[in-house]
């Protein structure tokens, strides 16, 4: 019977980290934006570590933050000048 026993021990090594799908990432972390939702809440209904989840998060604002500064570097110069002046001159 002991040796039995010592076959179906488990292996005294670290436990394999997971790996998840980018599209599978995206998902929670837009179910943690949404009003109201708690990451800690979601990561628990999918069985993850609530501080996995505030990283992803975290990496996914970033890029959202990222994708606003390239965008506003495309802006062009705008001339401010009042009202009555710019109906007097007319469009250009």
Known sequence: MKRLQASLAL???RAKRRHYDQAFKRHLVELTLVPGASV??????HRLNANILFRWRRHYLRELEG???QAAGALLP???SDAKEAREN???
């Open 90 to 92: 007319g469009p250009k």
């Open 67 to 69: 994708a606003g500064q």
């Open 78 to 80: 705008v001339t401010v």
């Open 11 to 13: 292996p005294r090594g």
């Open 40 to 45: 800690a809440r979601t990561a628990l209904d």
